[in-house]
């Protein structure tokens, strides 16, 4: 099965800067791979889905690349504000329906 | 339109007893999904449904029944519940079950075995 890594530190930033999430991924490259972001106490909710023959992929201050070399996504928010912190979760599809997310990272952005 | 819907919100159960986790969903989504979550674990898929009548096992099953009782319905049952089962449930629906559509999230369910 997959096995998804994300840095279980909290990032630490200030605000204005860009943010950078890593998220790597064992095993054979997934189609596509999606970005959720998890405020406390609630459930995910889906920001942005890279797939395997796009290298890049861009949603205001969202960027997210795809690298099936390295069996890596990154995800970076520019211009980060504070209610840009909350937990950030990558996800695959192994097989039709079959998911696997990352234990997330934590954000936070000081003002 | 109320997205995913999710009862109840807290539960706290002791050992051997049963419930059963509600979600509903009101876009036609065809594919639902549960998944709990553990401190440092992310989200696990517990069982998932393609359609209505159909299920499957995800990467942790064990303890575990699932009812797709139509397409909007989809209910996790734990028969001997254990404090192994402590977490926080998701459940979650998707459009059409093709590749690439984004997941649609319940506001969880915290359950408490002691």
């Known amino acids: 099965s997959q096995k998804i890594e994300q840095n279980s530190e909290a990032l630490n930033i200030q605000e204005g800067k860009t943010a950078t999430l890593t998220c790597n991924y064992t095993?054979?490259?997934?189609?596509?791979l999606q970005w959720y972001r998890q405020d406390p106490g609630r459930g995910p909710v889906f920001l942005l889905l890279?797939?395997?023959?796009?290298k890049e992929k861009r949603k205001e201050r969202l960027k997210v690349t795809f690298d099936t070399t390295l069996k890596q996504s990154l995800f970076h928010i520019t211009a980060s504000q504070p209610a840009d912190s909350a937990t950030y979760l990558c996800?695959?599809?192994?097989?039709?329906?079959?998911?696997?997310f990352g234990s997330g990272t934590k954000l936070n952005v000081k003002p | 339109n109320a997205g995913v819907t999710q009862t109840p919100k807290f539960q706290v159960l002791k050992t051997g007893q049963s419930m059963t986790l509600q979600c509903a969903q009101d876009?036609?989504?065809?594919?639902m999904y549960w998944y709990r979550q553990d401190p440092g674990m992310g989200l696990r898929l517990i069982y998932y449904?393609?359609?209505?009548?159909?299920?499957d096992k995800g990467e942790v099953p064990n303890g575990y029944n699932v009812s797709r009782l139509n397409k909007r319905e989809f209910s996790l049952r734990l028969e001997s519940a254990a404090p192994s089962q402590t977490s926080v449930y998701f459940c979650?629906?998707?459009?059409?079950?093709?590749?690439?559509?984004?997941?649609?999230f319940g506001p969880g369910t915290r359950l408490t075995v002691t």
């Open positions: 979650a629906s998707r459009a059409t079950g093709g590749d690439g559509y984004e997941q649609y």
């Open positions: 095993n054979y490259s997934p189609a596509y």
């Open positions: 890279i797939r395997e023959n796009e």
């Open positions: 996800a695959l599809e192994e097989n039709f329906n079959k998911f696997y």
């Open positions: 876009m036609n989504h065809n594919s």
């Open positions: 449904s393609a359609s209505e009548g159909t299920t």
